[in-house]
């Protein structure tokens, strides 16, 4: 079992950032998962936002985020980040750190952090 907390959320204007942490620990060593995020809106389906591979060569992002969103990991300290520039306010929902399979999609996710909110406002 590996537990995920994510940390760094909040209320922005937009085109503000954010830099959202995920710490991972327990289970399987976490150097052989693709780590990502993904995020929910409200009445919205939960969805992909971007991944970084386990050997940490390879990232990928969703058309929406790509450019303005850096996700990077940091095996030696078990951490997951989602660095956010030019917030918008389509932004807005609750963010959650995710491992798993590649690529990681919502059905290939092992394990899901418990979330955190991201708030933009106009």
């Known amino acids: 079992q590996v537990r995920l907390v994510e940390s760094g959320g909040g209320n922005v204007q937009a085109g503000e950032s954010l830099n959202l942490s995920c710490a991972a620990s327990g289970g399987r060593s976490f150097l052989y998962y693709t780590v990502g995020w993904f995020r929910q809106a409200p009445g919205k389906e939960r969805e992909f936002v971007a991944s970084v591979s386990d050997n940490a060569r390879r990232t990928r992002y969703s058309d929406t985020v790509k450019g303005r969103f850096t996700a990077s990991r940091d095996d030696d300290k078990n951490m997951v980040y989602l660095q956010m520039n030019n917030l918008k306010s389509e932004d807005t929902a609750i963010y959650f750190c995710?491992?798993?399979?590649?690529?990681?999609?919502?059905?290939?996710?092992?394990?899901w952090g418990q979330g955190i909110q991201v708030a933009v406002s106009s």
């Open positions: 995710a491992v798993g399979g590649k690529p990681l999609e919502v059905n290939t996710v092992a394990f």
